[in-house]
């Protein structure tokens, strides 16, 4: 068979580049098609003049679970500083307006194994629940709540009654998180994407599958072998990616069992010498009350920087990007306030604001997918090869247990290309 190249692959994100790197390991001719005009997807580092013209990531930050993420490696041969998140920052946690005690610190950190526990008693034979399912079994719990708003809106972007307790614990990370120096996004730019043939700003607009390939830009038309598709289940869901013939109804199935979640950072520049109190690069949280509650975390003054940037996830973050940028600073002043009272207005008044709008990018949609209760299994059925393995699905909706992640998405697109078929 007569084609331009042994592989196609859609998307020149973690998985897209994850899979070119296996390919051109394995000795095959491959082309990634990219939508936007940069690699690296949702890692992008940017030098925003609001902030002064640091680096900044606008979507990922770190190397998850170091010890056994793949990346590493690489940062670390290629000679490039990884810094340690939990030696390097400190962190305050607040009860109402005050910081918590010694006794509710002690608290608060055993609060995950309880909830753990819980969620594993819930879980057992099979059963799937909610997240915030298991809140609702901790009714004593001073602290359940503030895990459940950690683990669904703020880790996850997901609010807890939308998200599958199983999928949570499918994933739930340990080990450490590195932060590269100069920015994980510019890492990926500079580290991964070097030598392998990639077209940028070439939309894919229909995929032709069966044991040929065929694959629709408006660039024109490539023919392969295989094709391994790397975009947001954000993208597949709405349709903007055709297929011919269309997806089987189970594939179909799969795609809208894991939607995407939103994230949004609010970074506030401060505009004097106030550091509200704080050390430098500190992280700054609060107990929840309630199930359902939104946290909005803090980091402030990251590496002796004049800003501190927040974090929003699930139908809050929603929410705010349909109001608006504004809505979202504001938002951010409002919980700050909350804690440090008017000094807040006065020490940001006039600085610089950045604001995160993946929902608006549409070549994403969103920061990345969550399974529904009962649904957990669609990121393992999404993964599976069609047409005896000449089209296939990647990206960090494909992975466990790295789902959400630049490790997941890497090694998930990796899998993809050992799997796939080409003659």
Not at 249 to 275: C, E, F, T, Y
Not at 298 to 320: E, H, K, N, S, T
Request: glycine share 12%; with cysteine; net charge negative.
């Amino acid at each position: 068979m007569d084609v331009d190249t042994d592989v196609v692959v859609i998307g020149a994100g973690l998985a897209g580049l994850g899979a070119a790197t296996a390919l051109r390991t394995m000795g095959r001719r491959c082309v990634i098609l990219e939508a936007s005009g940069r690699v690296g997807g949702r890692a992008w580092t940017t030098n925003p003049a609001a902030l002064g013209g640091v680096w900044f990531d606008m979507g990922a930050v770190w190397f998850h679970d170091a010890e056994h993420n793949p990346l590493v490696p690489i940062a670390r041969t290629a000679g490039d500083r990884l810094f340690r998140s939990d030696e390097i920052r400190t962190e305050r946690t607040y009860v109402g307006s005050r910081l918590m005690t010694e006794d509710e610190a002690r608290s608060y950190d055993g609060a995950w194994n309880r909830f753990e526990t819980a969620a594993d008693a819930l879980l057992r034979d099979g059963a799937d629940v909610a997240l915030a399912d298991v809140t609702h079994s901790l009714p004593n719990d001073p602290w359940a709540a503030t895990v459940e708003a950690w683990e669904g809106p703020v880790i996850c972007a997901v609010d807890a009654a939308k998200f599958s307790a199983r999928d949570w614990r499918r994933n739930a990370l340990g080990g450490s998180n590195l932060v590269a120096e100069g920015g994980i996004g510019a890492f990926v730019a500079r580290r991964l994407a070097p030598g392998l043939d990639i077209r940028l700003n070439t939309p894919v607009t229909k995929v032709h599958w069966g044991k040929r390939i065929s694959v629709e830009t408006q660039n024109g038309t490539l023919t392969a072998g295989a094709c391994i598709v790397t975009v947001s289940t954000g993208v597949l869901a709405a349709g903007a990616l055709v297929f011919d013939p269309p997806l089987p109804p189970d594939v179909q199935d799969s795609i809208h069992a894991l939607p995407m979640g939103l994230a949004i950072k609010v970074a506030l520049r401060a505009n004097g010498p106030d550091r509200l109190d704080l050390p430098l690069h500190c992280s700054v949280d609060r107990q929840v009350p309630h199930s359902g509650l939104t946290l909005m975390p803090f980091q402030c003054w990251p590496f002796g920087r004049d800003y501190v940037q927040g974090w929003i996830g699930g139908g809050v973050a929603w929410d705010l990007a349909r109001a608006g940028e504004a809505a979202a600073i504001d938002y951010a002043l409002g919980q700050l306030r909350a804690l440090f009272g008017g000094r807040v207005d006065r020490l940001f008044a006039g600085g610089g604001t950045l604001v995160t709008r993946w929902d608006a990018d549409p070549w994403i949609r969103g920061a990345y997918c969550y399974a529904a209760p009962g649904r957990a299994q669609a990121r393992d059925d999404l993964g599976m090869p069609l047409a005896g393995g000449h089209l296939m699905f990647a990206g960090e909706a494909c992975n466990v247990p790295y789902a959400g992640t630049l490790a997941g998405a890497w090694i998930s697109g990796q899998s993809a290309a050992k799997v796939a078929v080409i003659g």
